[in-house]
């Protein structure tokens, strides 16, 4: 007969060979799982080194693209405003390279630069709106005979003074009535003069940056749009600035505004070397009496000027 011990040794061999194969049989799984992983990281490292590889490449590309178009300027641009005064007026937040980079291209195109004007986020911030209208009262100068708005808005007061002041008029103003309103909204923090202004121009490049975001970011970008449209009615105006997107983007306000449109060019590329070329051309356009939308972002007709 099978006595008891028999049954319990053979109990025991069977766990124990149950117990065997399962741990042969996980370290046989653990094996094929950590080949597959190794596999897969490692692909996915040589994909990564392709990718970084060709970012790379494509960075390389758009440099030299960038100093391609930078050394061919003074050849598209040569002359195509020789002999015109020319403004450059900042918003808030405008790139201080997109500027710079905007005069060296009025340059090549025989443009003289009047000055610089960068107006600060005090300027447009609402808070500020009462002092910029006291200020614009009390600054405009006897030799002025522009009527200033008679409203509320000291944004849209100001900026028909700062027109009037830096834009060629019917009547002169004179080089004290000009210093005299310009050191005022410096010394309130509105306005910064990075080039100093040696004249009236006939002509303004405004330079936009990124929207306002902040809890006031509508007023901001609204008294933006503002200045636009008072520089516009002092003489030919281009507006120029990174791109379209953004709520309240103060370039795709104006080419949803059928009458300002009609008046100011715009272009959205100016981060680019190809859209200060562009700004150039189109203020050449303007003085031709043609006005239009050039870049890349929502409501461009053109990528640039065509027909010099």
């Known amino acids: 007969m099978i006595n008891f011990r028999y049954h319990v040794v053979s109990l025991t061999a069977v766990f124990l060979a149950l117990a065997v194969g399962l741990v042969l049989g996980t ?10 992983l190794n596999d897969q990281v490692g692909e996915l490292r040589k994909s ?8 790379q490449h494509l960075t390389q590309e758009a440099n030299k693209k960038e100093d391609f178009d930078r050394q061919l300027a003074p050849r598209i641009l040569a002359d195509t405003v020789k002999g ?23 340059g090549y195109g025989g443009a003289t630069v009047t000055g610089e004007v960068k ?7 609402p808070a500020n709106s009462d002092a910029l209208g006291d200020l614009a009262s009390a600054k405009l100068p006897v030799d002025i005979h522009t009527t200033l708005p008679n409203n509320a808005d000291g944004v849209e007061s100001s900026a028909a003074l700062l027109a009037a002041v830096l834009m060629k008029q019917k009547h002169a103003v004179s080089k004290d009535s000009r210093t005299t309103v ?7 923090q509105n306005l910064t003069v990075g080039k100093a202004v040696t004249g009236p121009a006939e002509a303004v490049v405004v330079v ?14 609204a008294a933006s749009l503002t200045v636009v449209r008072q520089f516009a009615k002092a003489g030919q105006a281009v507006l120029a600035g990174p791109g379209t997107s953004g709520d309240g983007n103060v370039i795709a306000a104006v080419r949803g505004d059928g009458a300002l449109s009609s008046s100011v060019s ?25 006005t ?14 065509t027909g010099q």
């Open 182 to 188: 310009l050191t005022a909204y410096s010394t309130g």
């Open 27 to 36: 370290a046989a799984l653990n094996g094929t799982l950590t080949d597959n």
């Open 266 to 290: 715009t272009v959205d590329t100016l981060n680019l070397v190809q859209g200060q070329i562009t700004t150039v051309l189109a203020l050449a356009r303007q003085f031709g009496g043609t």
């Open 48 to 55: 990564n080194e392709q990718y970084r590889g060709q970012v």
């Open 84 to 106: 015109r005064s020319v403004l450059v007026l900042a918003l808030p937040g405008a790139d201080d390279k997109a500027v710079s980079g905007t005069e060296q291209m009025l």
């Open 292 to 305: 239009g939308k050039y870049g890349l972002g929502d409501g461009a007709a053109d990528l640039l000027p």
């Open 119 to 125: 107006l600060t986020a005090t300027f447009t911030d």
């Open 208 to 221: 936009s940056g990124t929207p306002a975001t902040d809890t006031d970011a509508a007023k901001r970008n």
